[in-house]
C-alpha cells in the first residue's frame, strides 16, 4: 500500500513538473557592447518573455512586414590590409584572427570588398606606397591589354583565398579607383582625371579591362559577386589613384559596353552604380539605373556625407532595384568609444539597414598602429582592427564589435522585418527562415540607460540597456 501510494506521488510530481516546463515563458539570448568598453559583444543571462504587459515604452516586432534580402556584413581587403594580415601576423596568429572575423566562433563576417588595382591604401611586398592597374602599359592595337596581369594583386588574392577557407560562403566585391592611366585624357596619370572621351576605342577597351579582371579572379577560384564601376566618381584628387565618372558617362559606359561585354562572356557579377556618398546621390543614381536598367543590380552608398534616408527615395522609385551600404571609416577624429559606437549603430550598421541595405561594408579591414601603410589617402583613419607592426600584436577596435552585432547573428538570405524606435533608441529586426530565428539589435545613444520591453505577439520582454550601448537579441519564432 505504501509502495502504490509512493508511485502515484512521483507520478504526480512529475505532471506538475512538466506542466510548469510546458508553462515556462520562451526566451531570448542577448549580447550587450557598453559604451564604456567594458562589456564587448558579451553575452548576457537568457532573458524571459511573459505574457504581460508592462505600462513602459514598446518595441514591437512584425514579421508579417517584411523588406530586403540581406547579402552580408563585412570590410575592405585593402592592399595595406592584405600586406599587415600575411607579413605582420605568424601563420598562427593569422588564422586565430580569422577565426574570430570569419567563422561563427568568431563575429562571422560574410562580405569583403577589394581595390581593382591601386587605392589610397596599396602597398608593396615591403609595406612601400605603390600606385598601379593592371595594364599600366599600353599593347598594340590589335591588343591593347596585351600587358593585362593581376600579379600586383598577389597578396590581396592570398588573403581572400584565406578568408574563403574560413568562410566559403564569403561575398566579394571588386571597385576600382582609377582606370589604366594611358585610358585617361591629357596627363597619362593614376592620379585623378578622367576616360578620355575623344577616343572611341577608350569605353571598349575599359569594358575589356573588367572582363578579364573577373575571369582572372575566377581563375584564382575568387568569385566577384558585386561589381561597381568607380568608386567615389564624384571626387579625384592629385593624392592618390582616383578618377572621375558622371552620371551620363557611367550609363553611357554600362549600358553599351561593360552590361553587353560581361553578358556575352557570361559573367554573372552585378553591377552596382554610383559608389559614393548618400549626398547627391539621387540624381546620379537615377540616371545610371534608367540609362542602364538591364544591367544594373542597384546603388552603392558611402558615409561620408549625408545620412541613410537619401536611399529611401531611390527604393520607392525602383524596388526591384539593391540597395547596398559599400564604405565608412572611423579614425583618430572620434577617440570616444560610447561615442563611436553610438554613431556607428544610429547611421551605419542600424541606419543603413533600416533604410534598405542589403550590406554593410566598412573600409579598412586592418591598419596599423599609425593608421597606414598608406598611398597618400588619409593619415588618421582606423581599420576595423589594428595590427601593431612592431609586435604583431592585434587590437579589436569599435567598428569590429559594432559589425558583430549583426555579423555574427544576421547570415546573408536573412530577411529584414519591421521594428519600432523609441526615442534615441534605434532599433533594426530580421527573420532568419533557415533558422527559424528572429534577431533584434538595438543601440542606446543616451547618455543614461533605458528601460523598454520587446514585444513578440502577445510576449514581453523587459530589458534596461546602458548608456550608449548596443545589445542583439535572438530568440526562436513562436509563430505567434
Same mark, same amino acid.
Given at each position: 500500500?505504501?509502495? *502504490?501510494?509512493?508511485?502515484?506521488?512521483?507520478?504526480?510530481?512529475?505532471?506538475?513538473?512538466?506542466?510548469?516546463?510546458?508553462?515556462?515563458?520562451?526566451?531570448?539570448? +542577448?549580447?550587450?557592447? #557598453?559604451?564604456?568598453?567594458?562589456? %564587448?559583444?558579451?553575452?548576457?543571462?537568457?532573458?524571459?518573455?511573459?505574457?504581460?504587459? @508592462? &505600462?513602459?515604452?514598446?518595441i514591437y516586432i512584425d514579421k508579417q512586414t517584411a523588406y530586403q534580402e540581406m547579402e552580408g556584413f563585412g570590410a575592405a581587403m585593402t592592399g595595406s590590409s592584405a600586406y599587415l594580415l600575411q607579413h605582420e601576423l605568424t601563420d598562427q596568429a593569422r588564422e586565430a584572427l580569422f577565426q574570430d572575423l570569419f567563422t561563427k566562433s568568431g563575429i562571422h563576417l560574410s562580405y569583403l570588398r577589394h581595390t581593382?588595382?591601386?587605392?589610397?591604401?596599396?602597398?608593396?611586398?615591403?609595406? $612601400?606606397?605603390?600606385?598601379?592597374?593592371?595594364?599600366?602599359?599600353?599593347?598594340?592595337?590589335?591588343?591593347?591589354?596585351?600587358?593585362? +596581369? !593581376?600579379?600586383?594583386?598577389?597578396?590581396? *588574392? $592570398?588573403?581572400?583565398?584565406?578568408?574563403?577557407e574560413n568562410n566559403p560562403k564569403l561575398g566579394l566585391m571588386g571597385t576600382p579607383w582609377t582606370a589604366p592611366p594611358w585610358l585617361k585624357y591629357g596627363?597619362? #596619370?593614376? $592620379?585623378?582625371?578622367?576616360?578620355?572621351?575623344?577616343?572611341?576605342?577608350?569605353?571598349?577597351i575599359y569594358a575589356d579591362y573588367f572582363v578579364r579582371y573577373l575571369q582572372a579572379y575566377q581563375s584564382e577560384g575568387l568569385e566577384i559577386d558585386l561589381l561597381s564601376v568607380q568608386n567615389e566618381p564624384l571626387f579625384a584628387t592629385a593624392a592618390y589613384p582616383s578618377m572621375t565618372m558622371s552620371a551620363q558617362e557611367q550609363q553611357y559606359f554600362i549600358q553599351n559596353f561593360l552590361g553587353?561585354?560581361?553578358r556575352e562572356a557570361g559573367l554573372q557579377t552585378s553591377i552596382l552604380g554610383y559608389d559614393h556618398n548618400w549626398e547627391n546621390s539621387s540624381e546620379y543614381a537615377e540616371t545610371v539605373l534608367e540609362g542602364a536598367y538591364d544591367y544594373t543590380a542597384?546603388?552603392?552608398?558611402?558615409?561620408?556625407?549625408?545620412?541613410?534616408? /537619401? /536611399?529611401?527615395n531611390?527604393?520607392?522609385?525602383?524596388?526591384?532595384?539593391?540597395?547596398?551600404?559599400?564604405?565608412? +571609416?572611423?579614425?583618430?577624429?572620434?577617440?570616444?568609444?560610447?561615442?563611436?559606437?553610438?554613431?556607428?549603430?544610429?547611421?551605419? *550598421?542600424?541606419?543603413? !539597414?533600416?533604410?534598405? /541595405?542589403?550590406?554593410?561594408?566598412?573600409?579598412?579591414?586592418?591598419?596599423?598602429? +599609425?593608421?597606414?601603410?598608406? $598611398?597618400?589617402?588619409?593619415?588618421?583613419?582606423r581599420g576595423v582592427i589594428t595590427v601593431d607592426s612592431q609586435t604583431g600584436d592585434v587590437t579589436k577596435n569599435v567598428e569590429y564589435y559594432a559589425l558583430g552585432h549583426l555579423s555574427k547573428f544576421v547570415q546573408p538570405e536573412a530577411v529584414r522585418i519591421a521594428s519600432t524606435d523609441l526615442p534615441q533608441l534605434s532599433t533594426v529586426a530580421f527573420y532568419d527562415e533557415e533558422a527559424e530565428e528572429i534577431i533584434l539589435l538595438a543601440a542606446n545613444t543616451r547618455k543614461s540607460a533605458q528601460t523598454f520591453q520587446l514585444a513578440?505577439?502577445?510576449?514581453? %520582454? @523587459?530589458?534596461?540597456?546602458?548608456? @550608449?550601448?548596443?545589445?542583439?537579441?535572438?530568440?526562436? &519564432? !513562436?509563430?505567434?
Open positions: 500500500m505504501h509502495r *502504490i501510494a509512493a508511485l502515484l506521488l512521483i507520478t504526480l510530481c512529475t505532471f506538475l513538473v512538466l506542466d510548469r516546463f510546458e508553462a515556462a515563458p520562451f526566451a531570448a539570448d +542577448s549580447w550587450l557592447t #557598453t559604451g564604456d568598453g567594458q562589456q %564587448l559583444l558579451d553575452k548576457q543571462t537568457s532573458t524571459p518573455f511573459y505574457d504581460q504587459k @508592462q &505600462d513602459i515604452p514598446t581593382i588595382g591601386a587605392s589610397d591604401y596599396s602597398v608593396d611586398d615591403f609595406g $612601400n606606397p605603390r600606385s598601379y592597374t593592371y595594364a599600366d602599359q599600353e599593347g598594340p592595337a590589335e591588343d591593347p591589354l596585351q600587358h593585362f +596581369s !593581376t600579379a600586383p594583386d598577389q597578396t590581396v *588574392i $592570398n588573403m581572400l583565398k584565406q578568408t574563403k596627363e597619362h #596619370t593614376w $592620379n585623378g582625371s578622367y576616360l578620355d572621351y575623344t577616343d572611341e576605342r577608350t569605353y571598349k553587353p561585354k560581361m542597384g546603388t552603392a552608398f558611402h558615409c561620408y556625407a549625408g545620412n541613410p534616408e /537619401a /536611399a529611401d531611390l527604393q520607392l522609385d525602383h524596388p526591384e532595384k539593391g540597395i547596398y551600404f559599400t564604405e565608412c +571609416s572611423g579614425g583618430a577624429w572620434g577617440e570616444d568609444f560610447g561615442d563611436n559606437l553610438s554613431w556607428l549603430m544610429d547611421q551605419v *550598421i542600424i541606419g543603413a !539597414t533600416k533604410h534598405y /541595405a542589403k550590406t554593410v561594408l566598412l573600409w579598412n579591414l586592418a591598419l596599423d598602429e +599609425s593608421g597606414g601603410p598608406t $598611398n597618400g589617402g588619409c593619415n588618421n583613419c513578440d505577439g502577445n510576449q514581453y %520582454l @523587459q530589458y534596461t540597456i546602458p548608456s @550608449q550601448s548596443a545589445v542583439t537579441f535572438t530568440w526562436k &519564432d !513562436t509563430g505567434k
